[in-house]
């Protein structure tokens, strides 16, 4: 078995869906001979063609919308915005019309898709190019939103996501992209969607987290640890459908819980986690539940980009608070 | 036909005139008796329209955007299609709906305000009715797009007003069509207004069909009112498409004889006469002239396709009021293909609350 | 003082303010001979001439991205969107650009605009007309979001946002528009943006809404006042910033809460309340907080519309719920 | 001229030739001093290019998009200006900004990572770069907009490439600008690729310049590497939106010598014989070759020019890395005038973690 990175791993995984099923395209701008800015797609147009690994035109509404129309008459199409800050063009499409095309039509057309993009910071990139955006996709009826964390769980869900019969927004922290490198299964497997993972057992507090700030969340656990502090940390994986059991269960053992998200504060998908905690173990709290997220301000350019982005050190301090509460 | 008539010229296609009098030479290839089914259907139309009318106002259906005026762009372009082309249509397509197979009874119930109504018979490719002005474009490109791949030899219409070429949407799914060559036809019925909106503040542009020169392929203005014209210039340009021609873009220049929608009152925006100025094109007229000098046409035949039409739209009111109601939390089923968990939790609360009321 | 409804009262505010100042001007699609399809901007065209309340082209991202650059330029942008459902197509300039300009240039642009637009249901309209985002729009740093509930309210608040140096949204609960009166002075006057408001006092529960959700609330709170339950009743009047004090203090006093909106649960802004009461007050708290809202699907046509909506029974059997716990 | 070089006849506006022949008749009123100085500045940001991308190499400086290639485009375009005349650039337009007034310190500074270096000097009317495609267009024609409705003889300016042109938004603003008669120009730079999407994949029109027609006015394809066809077509440009004749769309076309940005290889995309061919048209070496037929170019003013150049540069580089950095806390400073309680809240909390750990 192979050690892959987050990008081969999705490659990887898009190609073997290319191979067993037709029907199954990739569009986008600079997907094709390029492969990607990041190489997610890379190879996919020499192997399959032209007519399968799809350059278009630099318009992001155009490519879902195009997407829909492709995904309503047979095809299974994997479009791909090339950064989660160009997605705002494009949500009107997704929201006024790819979550409900089922509902719209009672069934009679469904849409299954995927959109992927690379989404959150800690890249030193430009404007536009760090943005988390996960809460308002979670918002919306009708679309799943998928995060992997890790490159075997990206091949796993990337697969699940194209075989899934309804649209599906697929959210790559692009700081993992070549970040870690782990086996990553040479067979077709998948991972379901909407299923969350524990990556740490721990009896003290619960650490809720997704994409990149699962690494940090790590670290920061392994320092709570030389503080005798036992974490425990649950990766979401979809943060819609948001497995709830998973964390209710753990929270109704620790008590305790710290939420981490590069997204802004303010109506982060934190608000909601807390929202269905308070609903379903508010007794089993003994602490007010923690958020250590990205501020409510315009994600910063590089020289503040590191005081922006939790931290293992900010998530720590979460840590800390919720134990000494 | 379509590349000889030059909208940055101001060429217009028009074979009916609207004394009845035909170009011949242009002529398409419609039987009298063809004509003569067309005619009843336009009819059966604008009846059905008014009937949609009548029925909001006494609160029988909801807001409802009227076809007057417009039923030879509808019936002239649907006519055209194979049975296989799908179509895209915006609100106001009663009469491509119904041509192409949606049942009339269905776009009644949809009206009402039950989703069912959109659920087309298997036969029938008709997209769901897109409200969100000039956004549904891009599905008709990728619909098409899917169907090239395939080298299937259909081809795809979208029908949008002429509001929705102000939109960033139709932008993108022309260029795209141009870039990808699909078999679309983008079909605009531009008939003067959006809502209260006249036609040059839409755009600074004299025709809309030059609008398709930015994206590298044909744009022709048609008289929207002329059954022949609409025909013809579809046909040629779905022709086109099924011979890897690529996309088309057709503006029939036509117009809303009605307010907008129900919620709409005309007299905010336009003149009576200018309304008026509009009457003697109208394309009911202008078809029924053609056949009346075919001696295909005359009062008593009015009467019995009025008739005709009246028992069928009547059947269908009959049909849609008489569907039955949606079973309680039938919303919660059409979001994804299973409920998922925090769906079947918010459903179940729900139809908890409904026992707690005692329904 | 005369007797307005809340059509009228923004048709009076949007008209002093034009009076007063030559830079606030109207634009949308329909604003300017039509009035708008509700009438809000009736009139203003006769009043003040077409270069200032302006019939556009028919596209939303045009409207409000043509805006800013009025806004950047000296002007004062009133900009209509047709309805809440036609905001998506508009969101990328919003959230991309008008929201950040101020922070892009460190204040040497800046965008004082107001992005007026009906939202949410209860009027027996067709798809995309019954919408309610405003979580979303909650989530985007750098534009505040305020929402009416009633004429008075309404005409303080729209003055109050033509005023402010930022971008602001401004939510019409078109429901509300035809459906009460009040007394509306004929003065020029504020209603700063970012207040809440004590509607009704009482100590058992505080229900906390906004928009056309007050007058279900008010209504429940009613019949629950009937089974002796005595409740506060919060509206917010304004989503961004919120005025978490006037909640928190309520809540310290009740112990209980009820939130109610129009939105999809998840995500929605009640959780990012809650999120709030958790950290600032869970001590106080003897319930879990309760979410009476729309639910996670689209906005059913007409047939539907009444299962979907909270109504004065969903919120009392809310109500009812926190008592009981 | 610009109405007289129909792009749907592929006619391109070029007055000097890349072997630096000058067609005279077009010739604009450029004194051969003026043609030195526009020369200087070309060479000036073909070198501040240059250092950009070793400051990047050496991790001084973050992504950068060089603008090589594109020097007479920018140049010949932003020194047509007026001074009042505002500029909405996107991400390549360093040559235009620094043109127009922006320190190049403030440039390198913005690059480094530091919002700062967007805070432009209160008299230079350059708008903060915009890293969405195809989506500040709006911006220049509201500006404009408001500059007309005050009777202001100004015109606004915007910037973008090829790829822009495909955005719904680009779409809108052409709109916009040609119902309102806005005093805008459509600037697109066309260089052949949108990072690694030739040209011919972004539409399937034959020019750029040709979706002016759209929207009821003017487009122009100009040689985008002849300075004196660049200035001439935006200086009537201007002048016309300056007398009320409304916008303009010019087409100049070009070619970027290097790589889309510091993180791109274009070698994935592009062959070296493709770049090769663009070299002989190089804007520099036919300016050059202009200026040495008038005996105002050698070796020797070369090496002065580019020392004088180098000079700047690095004190520009100096300045820019001895700017001082952000106050702690400073990105929560500018998203309201006013801080609100929760951003206050939020700020102190973020201060006090940066004492906690000591900083
Ligand atoms: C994106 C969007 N914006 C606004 C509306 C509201 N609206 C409904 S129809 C209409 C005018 C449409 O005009 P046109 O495209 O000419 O079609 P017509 O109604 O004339 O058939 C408007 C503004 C909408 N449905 N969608
Ligand atoms: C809306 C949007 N989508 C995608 C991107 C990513 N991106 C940055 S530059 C670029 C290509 C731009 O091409 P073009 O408009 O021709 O300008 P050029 O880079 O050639 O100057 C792309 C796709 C972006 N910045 N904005
Ligand atoms: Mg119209
Ligand atoms: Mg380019």
Redesign the pocket.
Known sequence: MAKRNMVEAINAGLMEEMEKDPAVMIIG??VGKEGGVFRVTDGLQAKFGLERAVDTP?A?SGIVGVALGLAINGFKPVAEL??MG?LP?ALDQILNHISRIRNRSRGRYTCPMVIRMPYGGGIHAPE?HSESMESILAHIPGIKVVIPSTPYDAKGLIVAAIRDPDPILFLEPKRVYRAIKEEVPEDNYTVPIGEAKVLREGGDVTVICWGAMVREALRAVEMAAEEGINAEVIDLRAVSPMDDNTYLESVRKTARVVIVHEAPKTCGLGAEIIARVNEKALLSLEAPVERVTGYDTTFPLTKMEQDYLPSPERILRGIRKVMAF | MIETFDPLKGEMLMILHPDGRCEEKLKPDLTDETVQTLYRRMVFIRLADQRALALQRQGRLGTYAPVHGQEAAQVGSAYALGEKDWVFPSFREMGVCTMRGVPLKDIYLYWMGNEMGQKVPENVHVFPISIPVGSHPLHAVGAAWAAKLRGEKICMVTYFGDGGTSEGDFHEAMNFAGVFQTPTLFFCQNNQYAISVPRKIQTAAKTLAQKAIAYGFHGVQVDGNDLFAVYAATKEAREKALSGGGPTMIEAVTFRFGPHTTADDPTKYRTDAEVDEWKPRDPLLRTQRYLKKKGLWSEEIEKEIKEEAEAEITQAVEDAEGFPPPKPGEFFQYTFAELTPNLKEQMDDFLAFLKEKGN
Chains 1, 3 share one sequence.
Request: hydrophobic fraction near 35%; proline fraction near 11%.
């Open positions: 701008e600079d630099l992001e090339q950064f160009f063009p536009h």
